[in-house]
């Protein structure tokens, strides 16, 4: 599975000005939601699970990164979108450190394989810290679908 398949790279949201981890996800799911991936009305319903999904265990890898997923039945394919910090925000990392790239995915209930798929090609990318540098350097929409399509396209940067 490609970053072409599920990233929605016209909600994606270089340069957030967020105070903290809840700020970042809703600009998230509110991004998708302005163009049109989500099943009308369903936005708030959404980040309160995504919220939830993080009380439970912080998706915070480490390494400047976090990558909050959830499943939902608003979504009838998987659909994602990328945010960039500049600032970085507290998202209970792994590390301790701040979040500046965030990859948020969002799953249909009923595709558990797609979605693991969708989160191994996430994690694959974001342990090289080649791509991990590039995508903080994202600072507009186009800079952010170059960089994932170039990974699409050379799988082992």
Partial sequence: ???ADYICFEASVPNME????DDAISTLVYALDKVGKLRSGTCDEIIASVIERENE???????GVAVPHVKHAA???????VGQIPAGVDFAALDK??????????????????????MENVF????EEKFRRFLRQTNSME??????READ?????
């Fill in 153 to 157: 396209d050379n799988p082992s940067w």
């Fill in 1 to 3: 599975m490609n970053f």
């Fill in 143 to 148: 800079a952010i679908e170059d960089l994932l």
């Fill in 57 to 63: 265990a912080s998706t915070g890898m480490g390494r």
């Fill in 97 to 118: 450190q701040p979040v500046f790239a965030i990859i948020l995915l969002i799953s249909p209930t009923d595709v558990p394989d797609k979605h693991l798929q969708a």
């Fill in 75 to 81: 979504v009838k394919d998987i659909v994602g979108s």
């Fill in 18 to 21: 967020v105070n903290d981890r």
């Fill in 124 to 127: 694959k990318h974001l342990q």
